[in-house]
């Protein structure tokens, strides 16, 4: 098929004008800002660590909600995803939040396979979009967008380094999700165990290759916070909804025999530094990145599989409907392929079972010549047999009558009645 040559289009003249007054477009970012408002946002958290670790409590903590408090035991058969939305509200901003939990993660003696479910439910998510993306009749504008923006991987306070599972499930996340890193039950470790173990996890990520998600440098007004965070990552946090009473305020607090943790104190734990760094600065990069960068990736790919090209051997534009008959002809060439071997296989079958067929038929007929030769020969004994018996009667009769005459004769010769004998002929 031959497609015409793109016409090269000269390339547009830009000089900048300064305006006679005001024209009225400098409210484009108001407009925007009002537009996104009314629509609302999304935002989708993953929360990865084992059963216990502190995922529920971080995420009430984090919002200032009570979610949900129902436990998971620690005998799932194999991981599982667990998602639920909530509709928020602050000031006039809506927000449609959304938390996915890993149910049993941890729990199996084989983990092996414990990072599959993750991945296999971020593709779905992934997959959802583009299916919705590459109907005719799209409305990406009021989708459920379910792809997951933040993914908070709990570490275990252990003071040692990564467990294995740790390091592959991140590896295997890394490059579809925004991966933030956190110490769990951060108030668990001593200071000085928690600062070699912060270093530890770090250059365990860094050798192992594991990309996680870098709070953004290229914006000037946060550039210089976000860097700062950076260096501090992973994140040691603390949860609790508890209050306890500190000088004359109530703040939360897990409170000891030995002392208070406050969860809002930057000395006792980087929570706030958390809930700064995901929620009040970086909340729209998480969601940019995971469309422009991790939804991007999958979408090549996808697409790339599915045999579509930008560009062809000769360089010439990326034709859409070349792709969709050569990806055509290409299913109908293994269709009638399968179709052909389908049809031998029936064909072979219908031959084996005809052989078979005949072999009882003749089995049978065998048997049936045997049978009937059997039959002749015991008819032709028996009758043989009956020839027999007929003669050995004639002679027997024949005897019999010689001997009445004879006994005729001699009773006529002495005159007697033959009583005895005839009594005993009698019997
Ligand atoms: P599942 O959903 O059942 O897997 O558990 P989870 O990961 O959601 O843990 P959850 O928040 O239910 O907390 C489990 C226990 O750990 C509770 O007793 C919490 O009070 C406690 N816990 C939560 N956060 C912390 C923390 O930061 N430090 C300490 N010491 N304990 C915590
Ligand atoms: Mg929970």
Redesign the pocket.
């Known amino acids: 098929m031959e497609t015409a040559e793109p016409e090269q289009q000269p390339a547009a003249e830009n000089r900048s004008q300064s305006l006679g007054g005001h024209v009225g477009f400098d409210s484009l970012p108001d407009q925007l800002v009002s537009k996104s408002v009314s629509q609302g946002f999304g935002f989708n958290i993953l929360c990865v660590?084992e059963?216990?670790?502190?995922?529920?409590?971080?995420m009430n903590t984090l919002f200032n909600t009570m979610f949900e408090t129902e436990?998971?035991t620690h005998h799932e058969p194999g991981v599982r995803l667990k998602s639920q939305s909530y509709g928020l509200k602050e000031t006039n901003v809506d927000l449609k939040l959304t938390i996915i939990?890993t149910?049993g993660f941890g729990d199996q003696v084989n983990k092996e396979e414990s990072y599959k479910p993750v991945v296999d439910y971020i593709d779905t998510q992934f997959e959802s979009y583009l299916q919705e993306e590459l109907k005719i009749r799209r409305s990406l504008h009021d989708f459920h967008d379910t792809r997951i923006h933040a993914c908070l991987y709990f570490i275990v306070p252990t003071g040692h380094c990564l467990k294995s599972l740790d390091l592959v499930t991140m590896k295997k996340l890394d490059s579809k999700v925004n991966i933030i890193p956190i110490v769990?039950?951060?108030?668990?470790i001593s200071k000085s165990e928690l600062h070699k173990f912060k270093i530890k996890i770090m250059s365990e990520l860094v050798s192992n290759g594991v990309q996680i998600y870098q709070f953004p440098t290229d914006d000037e007004a946060v550039a210089e916070i976000n860097s700062t965070m950076n260096a501090h990552l992973p994140f040691a946090?603390?949860?609790?909804m508890e209050e306890a009473k500190v000088g004359n305020k109530m703040v939360k607090a897990?409170q000891y025999p030995w002392g208070i943790v406050q969860v809002e104190n930057e000395n006792h734990c980087d929570f706030v530094k958390l809930r700064e760094m995901l929620i009040r600065v970086n909340m729209e990069d998480l969601r940019e990145q995971t469309h422009t960068r991790h939804y991007e990736l999958y979408r090549r790919c996808k697409l790339e599989e599915m045999g579509f090209k930008d560009t062809d051997p000769d360089s010439k534009p990326f034709s859409l409907q070349e792709t969709y008959e050569a990806k055509r002809n290409e299913f109908m060439s293994e269709l009638q392929k399968k179709e052909e071997e389908m049809r031998q296989m029936f064909v072979a079958r219908v031959k084996e079972t005809e052989m078979d067929l005949k072999e009882k038929e003749k089995e049978l007929h065998d048997q049936f010549d045997q049978l009937k030769k059997t039959h002749q020969e015991e008819k032709k004994r028996l009758e043989e047999k009956r020839r027999d018996l007929e003669e050995e009667m004639n002679a027997f009769n024949q005897r019999r009558m010689a001997a009445q005459t004879l006994q005729g004769h001699s009773f006529m010769a002495t005159g007697q009645q033959p009583l005895k004998k005839d009594k005993d002929r009698k019997n």
């Open positions: 660590g059963t216990g670790i502190g995922k529920s409590t971080l436990e998971a939990n149910v769990a039950k951060a108030d668990t946090v603390v949860g609790s897990r």
